[in-house]
């Protein structure tokens, strides 16, 4: 296969068929990322091939997403020292060889463990791709290109949620894995071909300094033994001796963090980085929305097909609604960032979060199918507006050569949202669901919990929106 050229043009106005190409490796690899969503489509199948219950088939979904984040920062720093072309190719490769390994797996444990393997290639993925996409556009366009990373996203979160459906009920839980072979192997063609060693990443200030391998290890074990020590407390109690000791930990991985990044020659996370108010902005801001939005993927899914009694088909269909509309309104908002500034864009995202979670929170079992269609499409735009305006006022704020480092943080904030919901909210709505079985069905107990935790939803939302009204400021400014 021909070497990548050494060199491309970049943050030119100029299109030409290696910027396209350039821009397709980064869209592709936006779009595996994303295509995970399809494995909350076949989490009922999972339950049932295991003989388990929803709470031990969440595990599927904090494993890989702990260690996604506690990679994301590693990999964003690791790119910024090596190049973005190494990581986004390693990345790949990682999540070709797992997609295997998972579709064959025989039992629940094997396949939470082949999850920390995926997490590795999509925490790769994550942390190169929109810095890849932010070398293809010129610097005026910068809220357009992240507009074009958000649909890239949202487009894997369509075709994954459209084909999830139909090849779970035809081919059971594990085509949501071997269907994505194809794909990553597509990716990483475009790749190899594609993206130069000279884009953005191994060229900047961070040249010639040595990985900081001890920070990176902390940022893991750190969110480890916060993330499974909290899911672990809802399973199992929170007397127990592991998540005591887990839990107990944190802190102190938290205080060696600290300390080694002080002396670090190049920290994972330099502390000018984090000291700048857009960057502080963009993640608090990308950690709430995925904190509010992520009842959607792992509590829904069983409103869907339990309480409504409809089929996983109906499930992908639905988040397929949600997608489509993050994919027609990505672009539209990033453009809107460059005419009208991050403000403005990404405060009214988030309260059209806010709104659609709301209005879910009024359904219940006899709610007809355009109710959870509608409001789930109200979510899907509102996300699609306030991701690009993040990313914008990220991206905006950091210097090109820390691009890997910005977009780990973002999928840092990202990941650590997602996680935090399903351990805080999942505990909260099983505390609920207990509280309410006491003097009512199961199924309408269900219902009340259901309610309670969108409202959860919602309210964490409007604060994302406040956060954002009240911090951002325009790029450059």
Same mark, same amino acid.
């Given at each position: 296969?021909?070497?990548?050229?050494?060199?491309?043009? !970049? @943050?030119? $106005?100029?299109?030409?068929?290696?910027?396209?190409?350039?821009?397709?490796?980064?869209?592709?690899?936006?779009?595996?990322?994303?295509?995970?969503?399809? !494995? @909350?489509?076949?989490?009922?199948?999972? %339950?049932?091939?295991?003989?388990?219950?929803?709470?031990?088939?969440?595990? !599927?979904?904090?494993?890989?997403?702990? +260690?996604?984040?506690?990679?994301?920062?590693?990999?964003?720093?690791?790119?910024?020292?090596?190049?973005? %072309?190494?990581?986004?190719?390693?990345?790949?490769?990682?999540?070709?060889? #797992?997609?295997?390994?998972?579709?064959?797996?025989?039992?629940?444990?094997?396949?939470?463990?082949?999850?920390?393997?995926?997490?590795?290639?999509?925490?790769?993925?994550?942390?190169?791709?929109?810095?890849?996409?932010?070398?293809?556009?010129?610097?005026?366009?910068?809220?357009?290109?992240?507009?074009?990373?958000?649909?890239?996203?949202?487009?894997?979160?369509?075709?994954?949620?459209?084909?999830?459906?139909?090849?779970?009920?035809?081919?059971? &839980?594990?085509? !949501?894995? =071997?269907?994505?072979? /194809?794909?990553?192997?597509?990716?990483?063609?475009?790749?190899?071909?594609?993206?130069?060693?000279?884009? @953005?990443?191994?060229?900047?200030?961070?040249?010639?300094?040595?990985?900081?391998?001890?920070?990176?290890?902390?940022?893991? #074990?750190?969110?480890?033994?916060?993330?499974?020590?909290?899911?672990?407390?809802? $399973?199992?109690?929170?007397?127990?001796?592991?998540?005591?000791?887990?839990?107990?930990?944190?802190?102190?991985?938290?205080?060696?963090?600290? &300390?080694?990044?002080?002396?670090?020659?190049?920290?994972?996370?330099?502390?000018?980085?984090?000291?700048?108010?857009?960057?502080? +902005?963009?993640?608090?801001?990308?950690?709430?929305?995925?904190?509010?939005?992520?009842?959607?993927?792992?509590?829904?899914?069983?409103?869907?097909?339990?309480?409504?009694?409809? #089929?996983?088909?109906?499930?992908?269909?639905?988040?397929?609604?949600?997608?489509?509309? @993050?994919?027609?309104?990505? /672009?539209?908002?990033? =453009?809107?960032?460059?005419? &009208?500034?991050?403000?403005?864009?990404? +405060?009214?995202?988030?309260?059209?979060?806010?709104?659609?979670?709301?209005?879910?929170?009024?359904?219940?079992?006899?709610?007809?199918? =355009?109710? /959870?269609?509608?409001?789930?499409?109200?979510?899907?735009?509102?996300?699609?507006?306030?991701?690009?305006?993040?990313?914008?006022?990220?991206?905006?704020?950091?210097?090109?050569?820390?691009?890997?480092?910005?977009?780990?943080?973002?999928?840092?904030?990202?990941?650590?949202?997602?996680?935090?919901?399903?351990?805080?909210?999942?505990?909260?709505?099983?505390?609920?669901?207990?509280?309410?079985?006491?003097?009512?069905?199961?199924?309408?107990?269900?219902?009340?919990?259901?309610?309670?935790?969108?409202?959860?939803?919602?309210? +964490?939302?409007?604060?994302?929106?406040? &956060?954002?009204?009240?911090?951002?400021?325009?790029?450059?400014?």
């Amino acid at each position: 296969m021909a070497a990548a050229p050494e060199s491309t043009p !970049v @943050n030119s $106005a100029r299109v030409t068929w290696r910027t396209i190409a350039l821009a397709s490796a980064a869209a592709l690899g936006m779009v595996l990322a994303s295509l995970d969503f399809s !494995v @909350n489509v076949g989490l009922p199948a999972m %339950r049932d091939a295991f003989g388990t219950d929803p709470a031990a088939v969440q595990w !599927v979904i904090v494993v890989f997403i702990a +260690t996604r984040a506690g990679l994301a920062l590693g990999a964003g720093a690791f790119a910024d020292r090596f190049g973005l %072309r190494m990581v986004y190719l390693v990345g790949t490769v990682t999540y070709l060889v #797992s997609m295997v390994c998972l579709s064959l797996s025989p039992t629940l444990e094997t396949l939470v463990g082949f999850r920390v393997l995926q997490a590795l290639g999509t925490g790769c993925l994550y942390s190169t791709a929109p810095a890849i996409a932010a070398a293809v556009f010129p610097e005026h366009r910068r809220g357009l290109s992240m507009g074009f990373t958000s649909a890239s996203l949202a487009s894997g979160m369509v075709m994954s949620t459209l084909a999830a459906g139909p090849l779970v009920q035809l081919f059971d &839980w594990p085509s !949501v894995f =071997w269907g994505r072979i /194809p794909l990553a192997a597509l990716a990483l063609g475009m790749g190899l071909l594609a993206i130069p060693r000279s884009v @953005n990443g191994g060229s900047g200030s961070t040249s010639g300094q040595r990985f900081d391998v001890a920070g990176a290890a902390l940022v893991l #074990s750190l969110l480890w033994c916060l993330m499974i020590g909290l899911r672990l407390g809802q $399973a199992i109690g929170w007397t127990s001796v592991v998540v005591l000791a887990l839990l107990s930990a944190a802190p102190v991985a938290l205080a060696a963090l600290v &300390w080694v990044e002080r002396r670090a020659e190049s920290p994972v996370l330099p502390g000018g980085l984090a000291r700048l108010g857009g960057f502080q +902005t963009a993640t608090g801001a990308m950690f709430l929305g995925h904190f509010s939005q992520f009842v959607l993927w792992f509590i829904f899914p069983f409103y869907i097909t339990d309480s409504l009694d409809r #089929s996983p088909v109906v499930l992908g269909v639905l988040f397929a609604v949600m997608s489509t509309c @993050n994919i027609l309104s990505s /672009p539209v908002g990033g =453009w809107l960032c460059d005419r &009208w500034g991050v403000r403005p864009v990404g +405060t009214v995202g988030l309260g059209l979060t806010a709104t659609g979670l709301l209005v879910m929170s009024g359904m219940d079992g006899a709610s007809p199918i =355009w109710h /959870p269609a509608g409001a789930i499409a109200i979510v899907g735009l509102g996300v699609g507006w306030f991701q690009s305006a993040a990313y914008a006022l990220m991206l905006g704020s950091v210097p090109s050569e820390r691009f890997g480092t910005a977009s780990g943080a973002m999928s840092l904030a990202q990941a650590s949202g997602t996680v935090l919901c399903v351990a805080i909210v999942g505990a909260i709505f099983a505390g609920l669901s207990d509280h309410y079985e006491v003097s009512r069905p199961a199924g309408e107990a269900f219902l009340l919990a259901y309610r309670d935790v969108f409202r959860i939803g919602a309210v +964490t939302a409007a604060l994302g929106a406040l &956060w954002f009204g009240l911090r951002a400021r325009q790029p450059g400014r």
